[in-house]
């Protein structure tokens, strides 16, 4: 243990080193940057995971409840146990059947992203249509954006009963619940996005003799898309924490239904681990979506040096 | 100039307008009156500015023959037409850069172009040539981020001279550059002008501006803005901004703007002390 926390100081040190001593040489710029960001990222992690470890070295943390790091990842073969994702239920299947834990782990991990992902996916289309379709039909607007904003404050805990009623249980409650906690208040911003559109970027194309379907599908369309893209980015988080919930209620195997195993068998050490595993997944979806924004979107400037200035 | 009393709309002018009015929310609280009573002939071919102090309806009056916005009362033509929407005759420049992000400069030029469904290699043709006429003719592949202030503004030019408009309306097009740049704008702009033949109507509150440039300079009220003066220009251009006609118009159009200036400075103080 005392040998993880010298592993930990050297990781800082490390880590340290390489940002204060950037050699001016070699690295081009946009690999030092991104490097410096890694190294950021580590210090930030090891000071947090630093100051738990301290908090079970003098005592505070009882490493029952809340185990530091290097007891919940210290033995990962013996977290992995529970990520079984056999039928075991079923007639004839034994207790030992199965992928191996560590395949398991990667099948459990690969179901609860798919389901992020799908979810995100329809969540995106579905909203930008509607909200595009709000602004573009004044009937439409009329008729669906009450109901819309009626039903956007409403929990997403509140839809988990009616996603079993209408699909039961496996992958399209889950799916679903993603897809309702992001729908409603994405067809909002979709809608306030197309508000915002520069003035002069519709009457170029109005003096142009564009109609009013090449303006919303050449001018407006192309306008919102960076902040949409900023939207979908943030709301990537709302549906990792969704997902976890609707899984819970039992969709045969999930993330969230290894929390919820880890509760009721009071095994902290799994419900961190778990934690960990969606903390990791989270920060690459959004790293992965970070490069798909900056891919698309090239016209969009960087501002971030501005603050910088301060 | 060259209308013709009895039959007032059949005349052959670029632009006319006859007591044009417009207030902004009409019937409401908040309505207050932009324009009134505006009447306004442009030849075909002819340079005139439009001279005010801020917020005097200018910018409302070019939008309007623009047919972007609707006369409360009042009637615009253009080459005998009624004004009722907008077209791509009349092209309207803006003080902001209006280049689409997401294009290249090529691209935005053809923009108009592409809308009509024209194939690519036509587009292509016509973006290079009229990037050539604003000396831009190298930069087709960049993007408008990549350009300056007064490329930028050339660029929307060439996209305004690629849609062969017959009358080019452009919004204080310069008023966001340096000194420098301006005038340096003006004399291109002089130049395009001189080679597409087009009429222009010119907003601008720079009295220096307008000497610059006009054949005729129509001075405007404060709100509500109406025609106060329409001083006609002779000069030949290029134009000495120290010659002694250059610095008498000067004087004369200082004198006309100041009066105005003044008026719209207490109306504003007044809005602001009742709200």
Known sequence: MSGNLAGTAGRLRRAGSSITAPRPSALPPALRQALSRLGWTVVSVGLFVGLWELAWLLGIADPRLLPPPHIFLGNIPDQARFFNTATRWQIGVDAAAG??????????????????????????????????????FALFEKLTLPTITLLSPVSPIAWLPVAIFIFGIGNAPAIFMVVVALFFHMVLSTVSQIDGVNRNFVNVARTMGATKRQIYARVIIPAILPQMLIVLRLNLFGAWMVVLVAESTGVGFGLGQVIMLARNTFNPSLVFFTIALIGLLGFLTDWLLRQVQRRILYWVPQTTGVLRGL | MGSEPVQPFSSKDAVVCRAVSKTWAAGTARAHEALRAIDLEVAPGEFVVLLGPSGCGKSTLLYLVAGLEETTSGEIHSFRDPVERPSPDRSLIFQETSLFPWLSVWQNVAFGLSIRGAPEDERRATAREALARVGLAEAMHKRPDELSGGMRQRVAVARALAMRPKVLLMDEPFAALDVQTRAKMQDFLLDVWRDSGASVLFVTHHIDEAVALADRVVVFTAR?????????????????????????????????????????FAEQEALAGAA
């Open chain 1, 99 to 136: 992928p191996s834990p560590y395949e398991a782990v990667g099948i459990t991990v690969a179901a609860t992203a798919g389901r992020v992902f799908a979810g995100l996916a329809i969540a995106a289309v579905l909203s930008v249509t509607v909200g595009v379709l709000v602004r573009y």
């Open chain 2, 224 to 264: 509500p803005g109406r025609i106060k003066s329409i001083i006609p220009v002779d000069l030949p251009r290029p134009r000495d901004p120290f010659s002694p006609e250059c610095a008498h118009l000067r004087v004369r159009l200082t004198g006309e703007l100041r009066g105005e200036v003044d008026r719209a």
